[in-house]
């Protein structure tokens, strides 16, 4: 407990935003490879993967009450029952709670669905495709909230597809853009299953840019192993020559080093410019586990 309580008030002292408190999950702090916190002015989102005794919840909630300044709620998720369920573990949950990150704000969805919204690993991510966005076309793909859209598009990008089979995520994706007040007719949000619709996707091709962010896993709708080698082949159809992907890649079922063997084999001409890792809120003791994001120009 106490190296976690040095990692939290570290890391909330130097945050004026959103930040990722405590990280326990990239095995870099024994014993505590369950915990996750995070920081949602005025809101502390503890996630555990394993159950946790009720002493050790309430010497965590009273050194948070203690150490960050405006705390309004702690809320507890806990991702080994089933369906996740969360509850206030102290205080209240106001009714809007935004995640803010470079000054932008992503909606979250505490207390509502597993995933809150927001992931926030991909913090580095959003900032190179802002960095990189003026004057783009992008194909966001695997959209869900659409916050690489939201990023692109306060960068200046000419125009950004968003595609996920899922509605709501969307539909949080086009609320995403509005409270950044951003310029809606510059985004389209296609609720579309991706591995039935490339032929619909070559009809607005050829992209700039091209966010491929996959699930680790998900049913028969994603299975690393089997769809990756798919977007690798029919990817670079849809990229313009001189055009960049980021392939992100976050699964216990493929390693970075499979997937860059994958484009060597199928893609060739795909050059790999550099490897994006989530940064250093998110410590992790292997390089290959955790968020790996291959950036690849093709010629
Ligand atoms: C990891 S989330 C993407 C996170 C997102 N890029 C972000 O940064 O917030 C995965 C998303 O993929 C979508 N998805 C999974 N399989 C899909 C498929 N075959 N076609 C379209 N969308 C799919 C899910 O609905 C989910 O919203």
């Known amino acids: 407990m106490e190296r976690l309580k040095s990692e939290v008030k570290r890391r909330f002292l130097v945050s004026s935003e959103s930040v990722r408190l405590f990280h326990g999950r990239g095995h870099c702090f024994p014993g505590l490879e369950d915990v996750l916190i995070d920081w949602f002015e ?14 050790w919840l309430s010497e965590l909630v009273d050194f948070l009450r ?12 806990e991702r080994f029952l089933k369906f996740s369920p969360s509850r206030i573990l102290f205080g209240e949950l106001p009714e809007e709670v935004d995640a803010i990150e470079n000054g932008l704000k992503y909606r979250l969805l505490m207390n509502k669905a597993q995933n809150v919204g927001y992931f926030p690993d991909m913090a580095l991510v959003r900032s190179v495709v802002r960095d990189q966005a003026p004057g ?26 968003n595609l996920d089979m899922n509605r709501n995520a969307l539909a949080l994706g086009k609320l995403n853009h ?10 389209s949000f296609l609720r579309l299953e991706l591995f039935r619709s490339f032929s619909r996707l070559k009809k607005l091709a050829p992209f700039d840019l091209i966010i491929c962010d996959p699930p680790a896993e998900q049913g028969r709708s994603f299975c690393a192993e089997k769809h990756w080698s798919k977007l690798v082949t029919k990817l670079p159809a849809l990229i313009q020559p ?18 860059q063997a994958l484009f060597s084999n199928y893609c060739p001409q795909a050059q790999l410019l550099r490897t994006i890792r989530a940064g250093e809120n998110f410590p992790e003791i292997s390089s290959d586990k955790g968020l790996n994001v291959l950036h690849y120009q093709f010629d």
């Open 42 to 55: 005025p809101v502390v989102l503890i996630t555990l993967y394993e159950k946790r005794d009720r002493l």
């Open 66 to 77: 203690t150490v960050l300044k405006g705390l309004k709620g702690v809320i507890l998720q």
């Open 136 to 161: 783009k076309n992008v194909l966001n793909l695997f959209a869900y909230s659409c916050s690489f859209s939201v990023a692109a598009i306060a960068g200046n990008a000419r125009q950004v597809v």
């Open 178 to 187: 509005q409270i950044n007040h951003l310029d809606l007719r510059k985004a």
């Open 242 to 259: 001189g055009g960049e992907l980021m392939a992100c890649l976050s699964s216990p079922h493929l390693s970075p080093n499979d997937l």
